[in-house]
Every structure is written in C-alpha cells, then in structure tokens.
C-alpha cells in the first residue's frame, strides 16, 4: 500500500477526511480485547454481561435487549472505538463469534460456482480492496467514481 502510493500520487500521506492518513509508519496491530479494556475499563471477556448492558446505556449505545455477549461488545467497538483508528491498524484476536468471515462451512452451491464463471456477482465487505485504495488515494468522494466495471447496471435493451 505504501508503495502504491508513493508511485501513484508522490507521498506516504494521505488526505483523508480531515486526518492525514500515515503509510510512512509500520500498521499497528492491536487486540480487539486491549482496545475495548483501554477505551472502557471492561475486560472481555472476563466481564459478565449486565456489565457490558450497563456500560451501552450509560453510553447511549443502542443494542438488541436479545443480543449475545459478542454482539454487545462489538457495538461498543463500533460505536467508541473504530470512529478513533484513523492511521492504518490491524484489529486482530477478533472474536469468531462476530467475524463476518467466521463461519461455519456448508456444502458447495453449485449454481453460485457456476455465475462466478461469468462474473463476480454483487458483494461487500470491510476489507481494504483495490476499488477502496484507490478511492483514498485519488481523494474521491465515492467508490464509485473509482470503479472500472460496475457490476450492477442496467441492461441496455
């Protein structure tokens, strides 16, 4: 990534809201578990439930009464930690319990394997792709002003 950067727009930093984003540094890596005791006080997951429940409504956090232990702990990372991790960082040890990319295997859905060998159907995802680098570093607005080949248009009849 920096080297993409470097080549394509002449520097390591990155104008980006209104952070300058720092390539230039090695990536942190950091625990999800040490964010959430660092920011809050609350060691997951040591940490009983009620107390997670209490510490989202003293902090306006809104949650599914039903929600697992996981779920709540991942609100409060969304809603008080990720908003603060501008420079590049790796959350790692994050708990497979709420990991989009955690599941179970199933068995092979041949009509799906069958459209990838035409195209790529509709996806998303929170992982740096291509289509997101460059939208950072072209300082566009959108990802679509970046994309070569929407994958969802429609048809010309």
């Known amino acids: 990534i920096r080297f993409v950067a470097k080549e394509s727009i002449g520097k390591e930093s990155i104008p980006f809201d209104k952070e300058d984003i720092d390539l230039a540094k ?18 997951v997951p040591e940490a ?17 009464e039903d929600a697992p232990y996981w779920k709540l702990v991942d609100e409060i990372f969304k809603h008080k930690i990720e ?12 708990p497979v319990e709420i990991s989009p990319l955690a599941i179970e295997t199933e068995s092979f859905d041949e009509d799906f394997l069958l459209a990838l060998e035409y195209g790529m159907p509709p996806a998303g995802g929170m992982g740096l792709g291509i ?18 080949f929407p994958l969802s248009r429609k048809r010309q009849k």
């Open 26 to 43: 090695p990536f942190r890596k950091l625990k999800l578990t040490e964010l959430i005791k660092e920011k809050t006080g609350i060691d």
């Open 48 to 64: 009983k439930r009620e107390e997670i429940v209490t510490y989202c409504q003293k902090n306006e956090i809104g949650f599914d």
């Open 83 to 94: 908003p603060e991790l501008i420079q590049p960082t790796f959350v790692v040890e994050y």
């Open 131 to 148: 289509d997101r680098l460059v939208t950072i570093l072209t300082g566009t607005n959108s990802i679509r002003e970046v994309i070569l």
